[in-house]
């Protein structure tokens, strides 16, 4: 029986539909609350306010210390291809209340830490394990479920999350460690857990359709098959089968290009300062002219989540990350002109902001919700191992050269080659239930 994708593929025109938003904006704010309180989110926000109280209880190096995300990010590697599965088989509701109470008992389990680092680095890779649902995987899936007009501005809500990590956590932690010692940061960590999302998720993660189904009828909107990615198996939902994905062209294009990217944005972003005070600046200049990389991330965000709902999300895509290179040519040429490096400052946080956002869209869009958490799983898996790897590399760069023109002619390439891969995907499919 031909069906069409679970997307609207007309245009759903300049304005904004608020049907969905009165409809949704419960999922949405469990959606928020997840991303920001998720295993990843919380720890890598949370880690540099950790590591003084560490370094001070067991002797450990900063130095030693820092590869503890890199465990964790391996952990989300290899736990982001399970969950996947997990959401379609069980449902999204029952593996994240799991998976939230489980990674508020690896919270506390932390703080009985002692002996060699190795424990440190061991215990990050299966906390990731425990957080498994908390993924960003989980969250987007269950957005797509209830956005279809309005599913780039609900993702780049969602995924904002992070900024709320971003902004909530440093404080926080450091004012506990200081007045409770190291452990009371991981337990102030269980308790964002606990305390926040969990109560959410139990109230309020649930399918359009739950309440329509009860009473017989299809669920809205966009007929997404009622509880399916929620309660239950997502036979209902249409797009390519797993297998499918994999051997498609076009998820590996979109794959490897979006991998590019992020690497390219983790260089800026973990070099952003240094390369700042390669061109003259002082320590204090430095910092305040990269603060404003966050203003254009959330604002780039939400334009570009805004705009591919509205234009074919591939060409967005490409100028919100073509910016960004520009961005890098900038810092190349600007010498000490501050209002040269502010600008390509907001250029490459433009991107920054887009990308993770233009991800979960872009699989949805060209590959549907039929098998989305275990072919974003996939998605994740390789931005976040290019994520692991990218640090090494970079170092390397350093090392041989002695300046960031290295980085930034890589990251100018990455930027520029990944940009102009998202434009092969082509027109939006039409879907099947035998596809």
């Known amino acids: 029986m031909q069906a069409t994708s679970t997307i609207n593929t007309t245009s759903a025109g300049a304005a904004l539909d608020p049907t969905e938003f009165k409809l949704g904006w419960r999922a949405l704010l469990v959606a928020v609350a997840g991303v920001a309180t998720s295993v990843n989110a919380t720890l890598l926000y949370g880690f540099s306010a950790m590591l003084g109280p560490l370094e001070k209880a067991f002797g450990w190096t900063r130095a030693e210390l820092q590869p503890a995300i890199t465990f964790l990010f391996l952990g989300a590697i290899l736990s982001s291809q399970v969950v996947g599965w997990l959401n379609q088989r069980y449902g999204l509701r029952k593996v994240t209340l799991l998976s939230l109470a489980a990674l508020s008992c690896g919270f506390l389990l932390l703080t009985q830490l002692h002996g060699s680092v190795w424990s440190l680095y061991l215990a990050f890779m299966v906390i990731a394990w425990a957080g498994l649902g908390t993924l960003q995987v989980t969250w987007t899936n269950l957005v797509n479920l209830w956005y279809e007009r309005n599913r780039g501005l609900a993702l780049a809500i969602t995924l904002s999350g992070t900024g ?87 998820f590996w294009r979109c794959n490897i290009g979006l991998t590019l990217v992020v690497s390219a944005i983790l260089g800026i972003v973990t070099n952003g300062v240094p390369i700042l005070r390669e061109r003259g600046m002082s320590a204090m200049e430095a910092g305040q002219i990269f603060s404003s990389f966050g203003i254009s991330l959330i604002l780039g965000r939400v334009v570009v989540g805004y705009l591919v709902d509205r234009l074919w999300a591939p060409g967005v895509a490409a100028v919100a990350l073509l910016l960004p290179a520009v961005g890098c040519v900038l810092f190349g040429l600007a010498g000490g002109s501050v209002p040269l490096l502010v600008l390509a400052t907001l250029l490459v946080g433009i991107g920054a902001g887009a990308e993770f956002d233009l991800a979960a869209f872009l699989v949805a869009r060209f590959f549907g919700l039929r098998e989305y958490g275990r072919l974003f799983g996939v998605h994740l898996g390789l931005i976040t191992l290019g994520s692991s790897l990218s640090p090494l590399l970079f170092g390397a760069m350093y090392k041989m050269t002695g300046s960031y023109v290295a980085l930034l002619v890589y990251c100018t390439i990455c930027f520029t080659v990944g940009a102009l891969m998202l434009l092969t995907l082509g027109r939006y499919p039409v879907f099947t239930h035998k596809d």
């Not at 009473?215 to 089968?241: H, R, Y």
């Open 164 to 250: 709320i990590a971003a902004i909530v956590m440093p404080p926080l932690v450091t004012k506990v460690a200081e007045s409770w010692g190291w452990q009371g940061g991981f337990v102030a960590m269980a308790l964002m857990s606990s305390l926040i999302a969990m109560p959410l998720v139990a109230l309020w993660m649930r399918a359009p359709g739950d309440a329509a189904l009860a009473a017989g009828g299809n669920g809205q909107p966009g007929n997404s098959g009622g509880s399916a990615g929620v309660a239950g198996p997502a036979a209902a939902l249409t797009g390519l089968s797993f297998r499918a994905g994999l051997r498609s062209a076009k």
